[in-house]
């Protein structure tokens, strides 16, 4: 065993110093929420850093729906999930065709429409609200899952045909060469070559748009507003229109809705990063 | 493909199908599922949005509401101080998160965090925190010094910092993220040369860091100026526009109007911020064409 030098230590202590403070700036506004959760009412308000008697009644509470405020709960939970997931298929479905069509078959202006589709980034979100909120009217999707579905899949698409033809271009040509050679047709080319081979990114890609459905409330709140067809996060949302709501029941609600995203970002975690940072390199 | 259509009206080529190839056919068939949803969803309410926004008498209206001006003030207060700030704190996190030790490979694992989980609870949990007669911060403060503290959301000024410092604490970790990729990318063998010519640490940062992250901080500071003017979470979660409408920014304002069903007005807020957009737009599209 040896002893650190003074400058080790040093140095240490510089790192705790940043490292200190990151800490607390990024997990008060978790802990503050999980410590409202697991506090009876009249715990919460103390300013406590452990309440005196931890329940787990207001889980209780939400998964019974025994409040006015969440007497949908199970019903919204459910609308969640089912937007997240389709909009996670779709987008899977559309960008998986896009990116093969654009990387493997060379489709003619492929490059083109690579562009236009990131050109959707640079249009910022709350501004392309506004529109697509008078557009869905006039399509009459208003308050039907399926105008927050595709919107999601308007968001998430381009990410996605970008990364999936930045990790279908890494394939070798000579593999559709070979397939074809043996008579494969592209409709066999794609099942039985592409896809098997793709199936990290598609992973990815799936995780990152069920996410992306999961976590946004700007357009659910705007295209829905049905108590039975919203989602949760919009009627977390809802809980403010009142000054009496019941915040230790809104801080545990927003803590089950916040879990998944949570859970299912760590177990992807290799896969998320790994897309992630083949975008910055490149840019 | 030598066969391109010219001015012959009596001989006209080929009829399309049989110009292209079979994979090309295919190719087409592949790609139209997103072009519809792009112009059914990007570019038509794109078209229709400022279709809507044509009438002048919407910017007389726009001049003429104080909640404009001083969403266009604070717009601009939360870009400028807002994302320059996050920038460089993410700029020195990327070189601390860096480093090689198992502690900061836990903290980076919490640090994320805040970027993974949806915006709504982690707000308004803030917004609780921070609420002048329960909130854990006044209690706290009054029982350490026996006096009420400040009413914090209600002063506009302080409001708008926080909603400044919300948006901050939801998006860093994503930025701190990138140009720690970045800079992990530098090649180690600059710092070594360095070290052995007895650099210091603040000449090895400005001759060898900053040179080569440059062109992605930039990038990234383009890119997030573009981004956070369309966060509406952020400010309308934590504030609501409020007190009295004076913490809106044009994301939130514009969403405001279509409230209230003046989306002309909604509209011609959006189309006001274009004269800023367009330029971060245009570089952008420059810079990674490149």
Redesign the interface.
């Known amino acids: 065993m040896k002893l650190p030098t003074l400058r080790e230590v040093g140095v240490e202590a510089r ?1 705790l110093l ?2 200190i403070p ?2 607390l ?6 802990y ?2 999980f410590l ?1 959760a697991i506090s009876p009412k009249e715990d919460a ?3 406590k850093l452990w309440p005196a008697h931890p329940t787990l009644n207001n889980f209780r509470i939400v998964f019974h729906q025994e409040h006015y405020f969440l007497r949908d709960f199970w019903i919204q939970f459910w609308n969640s999930i089912v937007i997240a997931l389709a909009a996670g298929a779709l987008t899977l ?3 998986t ?2 990116a ?3 990387s493997r ?4 202006g ?1 490059r083109w ?1 690579m ?21 869905m009217g ?2 009459g999707l208003l308050n039907n899952h399926w105008s927050l579905i ?2 999601m ?2 968001i998430a ?1 381009p990410y996605a ?1 970008w990364v999936l033809k930045q990790a279908s271009d890494k394939l070798p040509v000579e593999l559709d060469e070979a397939a074809t050679m043996d008579g494969a047709t ?2 066999q080319l ?1 099942r039985l070559v592409y896809v098997p081979l793709m199936m990290p990114s598609l992973v990815a890609i799936g995780t990152y748009a069920i ?1 992306l459905a ?2 946004e ?2 357009y659910a709140f ?1 295209l829905l507003s049905k108590d039975t067809e919203i989602t949760l ?1 919009v009627a ?2 809802n ?2 229109a009142a000054d009496d709501s019941p ?1 230790e029941l ?2 545990t ?3 089950i ?2 879990l998944p ?2 859970a299912i ?2 177990a992807f975690k290799r896969y998320m ?1 790994g897309g ?2 083949a975008g ?2 490149k ?1 | 493909m030598a066969i391109t259509i010219s001015g012959d009206q009596a001989m006209p080529g080929p009829p399309l199908s049989a110009r292209l190839t079979t994979p090309q056919v295919w190719g087409i068939v592949l790609v139209a599922p997103y072009l519809l949803v792009f112009l059914a969803f990007v570019v038509y309410p794109v078209g229709y949005g400022l279709w809507l926004a044509r009438h002048p008498a919407s910017y007389v209206a726009l001049y003429h509401d104080p909640i404009f001006a001083r969403a266009a003030v604070n717009t601009l207060i939360f870009l400028l101080v807002g994302i320059n700030l996050k920038m460089m704190i993410a700029l020195l996190l990327s070189g601390f998160f860096a480093q090689q030790r198992p502690w900061i490979k836990w903290l980076s694992v919490l640090f994320i965090l805040p970027w993974a989980v949806p915006s709504i609870p982690t707000i308004l949990s803030v917004r609780f925190m921070f609420n002048p007669e329960w909130g854990v911060v006044n209690t706290l403060i009054f029982k350490l010094t026996g006096d009420d503290g400040p009413n914090w959301l209600n002063d506009p000024t302080v409001a708008l910092s926080m909603a400044i410092g919300v948006h901050i604490w939801k998006s860093l970790p994503f930025w701190t993220l990138i140009l720690m990729t970045g800079r992990l990318a530098i090649s180690h063998d600059l710092y070594e040369a360095a070290e052995v010519d007895g650099a210091s640490r603040t000449q090895k940062f400005r001759f060898i860091t900053w040179p080569s992250m440059q062109a992605l901080y930039l990038t990234c500071t383009l890119l997030s100026m573009i981004w956070t003017l369309g966060d509406f979470n952020s400010v309308y979660l934590l504030t609501g526009g409020g007190p009295a409408d004076l913490t809106h920014v044009l994301a939130t304002l514009g969403i405001r109007y279509l409230r209230l069903d003046q989306l002309s007005l909604a509209m011609a807020s959006i189309v006001c911020a274009l004269p800023f957009v367009l330029p971060l737009i245009y570089f952008m599209m420059k810079r990674l064409s490149r």
């Open positions: 790192l940043i490292g990151v800490f700036w990024t997990m008060i506004p978790i503050h929420m409202f308000f103390s300013g479905l559309i960008a065709a896009a093969f069509a654009i078959l060379k489709v003619p492929g429409v562009n236009l589709a990131l050109f959707t980034y640079f249009i910022p979100a709350a501004f392309l609200a506004v529109p697509m909120y008078r557009t006039n399509y595709l919107a899949v308007t698409s045909i592209i409709p794609f996410l999961w976590n409330y700007l705007l996060p977390l949302g809980f403010l915040w809104l801080m609600t927003g803590f809705y916040a995203p949570a970002y760590y990063v992630l940072t910055a390199v840019s």
